[in-house]
């Protein structure tokens, strides 16, 4: 039996949210994708919870490989990214920081800034 490490995982574009811990962990996926869509959340809001079906549709029908950081459990990644409140989305591409969304947004919105960036 084999089991997938962080590294292997974050390989490939994926389906499914990849949970991100740490700062080296982030700066990974961000280096190894064009275009990265993290998802700074907290289990308590009641936003977040409302944007998670979004978040995971995004990841399953787009281009863009999506993340979560849990800002509880990453108090210091998401204070190096000036998130201030939850859900803060931050988009990049090609490496670099292009997009920060704060609040809930409509997945169709998402979708056509993903899309601004993957093409």
Same mark, same amino acid.
């Given at each position: ?5 962080? *590294? ?14 740490? *700062? ?5 996926? $961000?280096?190894?994708?064009? $275009? $990265?869509?993290?998802?700074? +959340? #907290? ?15 995004? !990841?399953?029908?787009?281009? !863009? ?7 509880? !459990?990453?108090?210091? @990644? !998401?204070? *190096? +990214? ?6 803060? @989305? ?25 899309? *601004? +960036? #993957?093409?």
């Amino acid at each position: 039996m084999t089991t997938d490490t962080p *590294s292997d995982t974050d390989m490939a574009a994926t389906n499914e949210p990849l949970h991100i811990d740490g *700062s080296d962990h982030l700066n990974g996926v $961000v280096g190894k994708h064009d $275009v $990265v869509l993290v998802d700074f +959340y #907290a289990d308590w809001c009641g936003p977040c919870q409302m944007l998670e079906p979004v978040v995971k549709t995004l !990841a399953a029908e787009t281009d !863009a490989t999506v993340a979560k950081v849990d800002v509880d !459990a990453n108090q210091q @990644l !998401a204070q *190096s +990214y000036g998130v201030r409140g939850v859900p803060t @989305l931050i988009l990049f591409a090609d490496g670099e920081q292009v997009e920060e969304i704060v609040g809930v947004k409509g997945e169709a919105d998402l979708r056509a800034l993903i899309e *601004s +960036y #993957a093409e």
